[in-house]
């Protein structure tokens, strides 16, 4: 039984520090056509199969096991991190396999296919929501700006990997997640608690 009152939560960020490190370019497919949407496999819902997807180098360097690609941010993610998510989260995630220009090992795009409307605005360091006066009607009642990102626990439930709600969508994982990533050795991203 997962109780997230008892769990911890970590945003999983790229970490930009890592040196010689590659920088991919926006998923497309195979024959070069772009997109239509980039940002379609991060807005924290299931997606339909997008088929086969290349993923170019933007700056090539050393491959990592956890990186985004592209404007989109698209999580790509090596064979075993993405062992850790099919195992720990099948139900928050879908992994779909792409091609990494010059790399034979597999690699994967994760979606994370579940939001939570969770963030404590109280107490993060500051939440601040788009008004009518911001000009942005489109925007208003969505995060403007969060720092500091703390999540209420209690509005969780069970799931172990989700994206938070509100314009600003973080990429959250449960505690066992996070050692699951951990103890697999993955080069590429660090985590901050929420």
Known sequence: MHDAMNMRFFNLKIDVY??????????????????????????????DSPGRLLVPIHRPGNPL??????????PILSERAAFVFRELAARDT????????????????????????CIDDEAC????YYTPED???ERVGEYQAVSGLRIDRSKVGDTRVFK????????IVDGEVKVALEQAGIIG?????V
Request: without cysteine.
């Open 65 to 74: 096991d956890f990186t985004t690609a592209g404007m989109g941010s698209t």
């Open 18 to 47: 890592v040196a010689g490190r590659w920088y991919l370019a926006a998923p497309m497919l195979l024959d070069g056509q772009r997109l239509d949407d980039p940002w379609v496999f991060t807005r924290g819902m299931p997606v």
């Open 164 to 171: 938070t709600w509100g314009g600003h969508p973080a990429l």
């Open 94 to 117: 879908q992994l779909f396999p792409v091609d990494v220009e010059g790399q034979s090992e597999p690699y994967h795009l994760l979606v994370v296919a579940r939001t939570v409307r």
């Open 125 to 128: 360091v500051e939440a601040r």
């Open 135 to 137: 000009g942005r009607l």
């Open 189 to 193: 991203g660090y985590f901050e608690e």
